[in-house]
């Protein structure tokens, strides 16, 4: 469900019908994914420390049928100011969904959650890709406000789910503090890892939320320019398979590295690109390598930290997304003044700093364990 949340906009906006019907231009688009990922980052600094003390099952229900809600003001909005509203609730639904999920499977899965935060990612990635096939399959036959009702009866469902099953206790049962909650910052490599996720964040919204109004602007028909970002989607969730299966014989940091390297070669593809064969190439790349990144380095998180999941998980969550609101923003204001091939120069950028910190951060880990071997002998 979250995969949907967070492809959808990216989905509708490609669909020239979308901004038409709400009467906006790419820079209020930009504005609109940044409220999405305000309400996503508010969330998760919110819903992180109270799984902590109240456990997953509330906070889920609660979340998926904000979602709901959401999905219904969307399908209603034919205005910047309603869309605007439906954006941030439906951020907020999100995040909530995106928090606990991640903190119930790390705590269930104990020595194998980098596998297990890989398998969850692939059901984020059916979401995510759920949405542009459909939309694909649907235009022409169906309206825009159909597709969010119906994603609404998904999020109504998922409610009803959770309702139904039992969930773990609390992990924590003394009374919330958020300067506790906020102290989880000072732990060694807490805040390094978070600002691989910011930038991590700020590319998968870019790219998930501006590749098939790119691609559309590229002058190609908004079928292709959904099946541009659907091969995205179905990439990252290849590559999230592949890093299950991976991470039994490569160190966490290692995958973490190596696969962001690889994610600049996709972004240099896709800024150049002029044949529909390269922006395939191009996206294929991108969410083939950022696929691993999130959700191992979150169990990179769960292995140092499992005592405070929820906390450290929410915190990392709040930094990814102060990614998630900027990147997109800031494609959506550099396209509005000077073109959208200059505006994917944004992404390309914010995979130079995932490569960059996520190196350092295995240096680090390689010259820790020689330090550990040393004092062992």
Same mark, same amino acid.
């Given at each position: 469900m979250f995969g949907i949340v967070f492809a959808v906009l990216g989905t509708v906006f490609g669909l020239p019908a979308m901004r038409a019907r709400l009467q906006i231009n790419l820079a209020q688009q930009g504005n609109l994914f940044f409220l999405l990922y305000l309400g996503i980052f508010s969330a998760s600094l919110i819903v992180g420390p109270l799984i902590d003390?109240?456990?997953?099952?509330?906070?889920?229900?609660?979340?998926s049928a904000i979602v709901a809600v959401a999905m219904l003001a969307f399908a209603a909005a034919h205005s910047f100011f309603g869309a605007s509203l439906a954006a941030l609730l439906l951020g907020f639904g999100g995040g909530g969904l995106n928090t606990c999920t991640?903190?119930?499977? +790390?705590?269930?899965?104990?020595?194998?959650?980098?596998?297990m935060l890989n398998l969850l990612g692939i059901f984020f990635g059916v979401g995510a890709l759920f949405v542009p096939l459909l939309a694909a399959t649907i235009e022409g036959h169906f309206t825009i406000a159909q597709l969010f009702v119906l994603c609404a009866a998904l999020a109504s469902v998922c409610a009803v789910g959770y309702g139904a099953i039992s969930f773990p206790p609390a992990r924590a049962g003394q009374a919330f503090s958020w300067g506790e909650?906020?102290?989880?910052?000072?732990y060694?490599?807490?805040?390094?890892?978070?600002?691989?996720?910011?930038?991590? +964040?700020?590319?998968?919204? +870019?790219?998930?939320?501006?590749? +098939?109004?790119?691609?559309?602007?590229?002058?190609?028909?908004?079928?292709?320019?959904?099946?541009?970002?659907a091969t995205y989607w179905a990439a990252l969730m290849l590559g999230r398979i592949l890093a299950a299966r991976m991470l039994h014989a490569f160190a966490k940091s290692s995958l973490v590295a190596w696969t962001a390297t690889v994610s600049l070669v996709g972004c240099a593809i896709l800024l150049t690109a002029h044949l529909f064969s390269f922006f395939l190439l191009g996206t294929a790349l991108i969410g083939l390598s950022y696929g691993p990144i999130f959700p191992t380095t979150l169990a990179i998180?769960?292995?140092?930290?499992s005592e405070r999941a929820g906390t450290v998980f929410g915190l990392l969550f709040s930094i990814a997304l102060i990614g998630g609101m900027l990147l997109p923003w800031a494609v959506g204001q550099v396209s509005q003044h000077f073109g959208l091939r200059l505006g994917m120069v944004v992404p390309a950028l914010g995979a130079v700093g995932i490569t960059v910190l996520a190196i350092v951060f295995m240096l680090r880990e390689r010259l820790a364990g020689r330090q550990v071997e040393h004092a062992t002998r």
């Open positions: 003390h109240l456990g997953n099952k509330a906070n889920l229900l609660i979340s991640n903190v119930l499977v +790390s705590d269930l899965y104990g020595d194998q959650r980098g596998p909650a906020f102290g989880v910052a000072k060694k490599g807490v805040l390094l890892l978070g600002f691989i996720l910011f930038f991590e +964040s700020g590319n998968e919204a +870019s790219i998930g939320g501006w590749t +098939s109004t790119y691609v559309n602007g590229a002058g190609y028909s908004p079928r292709a320019a959904t099946l541009a970002l998180a769960g292995d140092r930290y």
